[in-house]
C-alpha cells in the first residue's frame, strides 16, 4: 500500500524539490505552504506521516504538532528546521515531534527517517522487521516500569510522557540495563539507520530522556559511556 505524506513547507523550491522526490521514491505527496493548510489538510485528509518546516508564516510547525497532539492525534511528525541548537530541538520534542533534519539536508537522510517512522507504526513496507513482543508486555528495571503493549511507563509512581521516539530508545536501553550499547547498534535498532559520527541525533534524545526520567536525590539512570555510547544503570 502506498504511503501517504503530507508536506508543509513554506520555501516554494524546497517544497517542490521535496514533493517530487517523494513522489519518485514512491510516496502519495499532499504538499502545503504554511500550518494553517497542514492543520486543514490533517483534519481532512489524515496522512501517515507528516513533514513539518519548523518556521513557517503564521502558524509554524511547532503550533502544528502542538495541535494535532492535543487533539489525540499520533500520527508520526518528521521535523524540518534550520535551527541547530540543542535547545531548539528539544522544543521540536517536547512539543511532540517524532523525529527532526536539520537543513541543509540529503533527500536520502529524509527518506531512512521517514522509512523509520512508518516502520515503527507498522505502516512500513512489507519486509519491515518486526518486533518480538513481550510476554507479559510490562518491563521493569532500577524503579522504571514500562507497558510495552500501552506504551507507557512508570518511575516510581510518577508517570513519564514519552513520544514514540522516547519510549523506543528508553525500551531499549531498558531492555539492555546493565551492557553498553554503541552509537551504531541505537541508530540501526531506533532509527533503522547509521546517521554517521556528525550526528546529534541521539545525544538529543538522550538528554531529554534524561530531563524526564531524573529526580532530584534519585540517581541517574542513563550514563555516557564516552568514544563508545550509552547504558542504563541504577548507580
Known amino acids: 500500500m502506498t504511503q501517504t505524506v503530507l508536506l508543509a513547507e513554506d520555501d516554494r523550491a524546497i517544497r517542490h524539490a521535496l514533493e ?34 519548523v518556521m513557517m508564516p503564521g502558524i509554524d510547525g511547532l503550533q502544528v504538532c502542538r495541535v494535532l497532539r492535543a487533539e ?22 517536547d512539543a511532540g515531534a517524532d523525529d527532526y533534519v536539520v537543513k541543509p ?6 527518506f531512512a527517517r521517514l522509512r523509520a517512522l512508518l516502520r515503527r507504526t507498522g505502516n512500513g513496507s512489507l ?27 512508570w518511575r516510581g509512581e510518577r508517570e513519564v510522557e514519552l513520544t514514540r521516539t522516547e519510549f523506543d530508545l528508553l525500551e531499549l536501553l531498558v ?25 546529534k541525533n541521539l ?8 530531563r524526564k526520567l531524573d529526580q532530584p536525590g534519585a540517581p541517574a539512570l542513563i550514563h555516557t559511556v564516552r568514544g563508545v555510547g550509552y547504558v542504563l544503570r541504577e548507580d
Open 20 to 53: 517530487r522526490a517523494l513522489t519518485l521514491e514512491g510516496y502519495e505527496v499532499t504538499a502545503v505552504a504554511d500550518g494553517v493548510e497542514a492543520l486543514a489538510q490533517a483534519h481532512r485528509t489524515p496522512p501517515d506521516v507528516l513533514l513539518l518546516d
Open 127 to 153: 519486509d519491515a522487521p518486526k518486533e518480538e513482543p513481550s510476554p507479559s508486555g510490562q518491563v521493569s528495571v532500577a524503579g522504571l516500569r514500562m507497558d510495552v503493549q500501552a506504551r507507557r511507563a
Open 105 to 110: 539536508f540529503d533527500v536520502e537522510e529524509v
Open 175 to 199: 531492555r539492555n540495563a546493565g551492557i553498553v550499547l554503541d552509537h551504531t547498534t541505537i541508530y540501526d535498532r531506533i532509527w533503522g539507520y547509521d546517521f554517521g559520527p556528525g550526528s
Open 72 to 93: 489525540g492525534d499520533r500520527t508520526p511528525i518528521l521535523m524540518l528546521t534550520a535551527l541547530v541548537e540543542t535547545a531548539d530541538r528539544i522544543a521540536g520534542l
Open 203 to 210: 545525544a538529543v534524545y538522550v538528554g531529554y530522556l534524561r
